[in-house]
């Protein structure tokens, strides 16, 4: 079956990095867009970063600089660093899997940025 699973969140002070990672398995990995969005307490859910089948990419404003979207399809693995984190960035980090109209998520993981 499909299984997307995030890894990599935790608690962090403002301006460190953290690098989140989400293995996929169950479907042609190399096939998909990838993307990670993010939920904030109270907010709703938002695209932070994708990464189609052939390498493009995208970024949202607010992360534009900071944050790089990789992957890595030997690993069927999408990764997303973050630098020069900020309390903003505080969120439950979510993996997503697209091609067409067929998408799957990761159950996410959490990123908190404080000191």
């Known amino acids: 079956q499909v299984q997307l699973v995030e890894s990599g969140g935790g608690l962090v002070q403002p301006g460190g990095s953290l690098r989140l990672s989400c293995a996929a398995s169950g479907f042609t990995f190399s096939m998909y867009t990838m993307k990670w969005h993010r939920q904030a307490p109270g907010k709703e859910r938002e695209l932070v970063a994708s990464?189609?089948?052939?390498?493009?990419?995208n970024y949202a404003d607010s992360v534009k600089g900071r944050f790089t979207i990789s992957r890595d399809n030997a690993k069927n693995t999408v990764y997303l660093q973050m630098n020069s984190l900020k309390p903003d960035d505080t969120a439950v980090y979510y993996c997503k899997a697209e091609i067409l109209t067929i998408g799957f998520w990761g159950q996410g993981t959490q990123v908190t940025v404080s000191s």
């Open positions: 990464i189609t089948s052939d390498g493009g990419r």
